[in-house]
């Protein structure tokens, strides 16, 4: 079965320091891609960061990055810097693909984590 | 880019109404679009997914005759509570697929009913 775990249920940093969040997933299929979202108060789903699993190279989007861990099917995500506005629910997320005009499965969330920012 | 609608943001109705809930890709096609029910302080859970043009993909355990679902254009999938109940109440979001970017999927800003 293809599942997402999210460990913690909350987390707290302090405002410029940095915080990991973990995920684990279980799958059976080579092509595959992993997500997180944002979901911050007003409830919007932001996309945060994508990785396609046959990168090796980890994603980065500006103070957002992942340690991609293939092998320990690990997706952890590091905000740096962290700011108030970083205060939010993150889901990690995963779905198969065969690629373009390939099928496609459904995204798969984690309970999510609550990320509070202290200032 | 890859902006989604939704219409309304929050409706209140009665019970035994129906509610119809559009979401719109607005600078993008989307041959799929998906629609899911978030419980309060909980994760996102698949109702169906609706393809253009076709009949939508119900998750098991969802009603197909109390959540329809029309997909009639490549921007527009609608969601339709039929005779809704209290239960119903919900916070609703859509998300669609870019048709370059087939594994990434880009959220509406979801729409809460409240059933009375």
């Known amino acids: 079965a293809q599942t997402v775990t999210q460990s913690q249920p909350e987390m707290s940093v302090q405002e410029a320091e940095t915080v990991t969040l973990s995920c684990t997933y279980d799958?059976?299929?080579?092509?595959?891609?992993l997500f997180w979202y944002k979901q911050p108060p007003s409830r919007q789903m932001i996309l945060v960061i994508r990785?396609?699993?046959?990168k090796q190279q980890n994603a980065t989007e500006n103070r957002f990055s992942v340690n991609f861990q293939k092998a320990a099917k690990s997706f952890s995500l590091k905000i740096s810097d962290s700011q108030l506005g970083d205060a939010a629910m993150y889901f990690c997320?995963?779905?198969w693909g065969a690629g373009y005009g390939g099928s496609q499965g459904n995204l798969i969330f984690g309970k999510g984590t609550k990320l509070s920012v202290k200032p | 880019g890859a902006v989604v609608s939704q219409h309304p943001s929050w409706v209140i109705c009665k019970s035994g109404t129906s509610v119809k809930i559009e979401c719109r890709s607005l600078?993008?096609?989307?041959?799929?679009m998906f629609w899911y029910r978030q419980f309060p302080k909980q994760s996102l859970m698949l109702m169906a997914t609706?393809?253009?043009?076709?009949?939508?993909?119900?998750e098991q355990g969802v009603e197909k005759d109390k959540f329809l679902i029309n997909h009639a254009s490549l921007t527009l999938s609608t969601l339709t509570v039929t005779s809704a109940h209290p239960e119903d109440s919900s916070f609703y979001i859509c998300?669609?697929?870019?048709?370059?970017?087939?594994?990434?999927?880009?959220f509406g800003p979801g729409t809460r009913l409240t059933v009375l």
């Open positions: 997320a995963y779905t």
């Open positions: 990785q396609e699993a046959y």
């Open positions: 609706s393809n253009e043009g076709s009949k939508a993909t119900y």
């Open positions: 600078d993008f096609q989307a041959t799929t």
């Open positions: 799958t059976s299929e080579s092509d595959y891609y």
């Open positions: 998300s669609a697929r870019i048709s370059g970017f087939p594994d990434t999927q880009y």
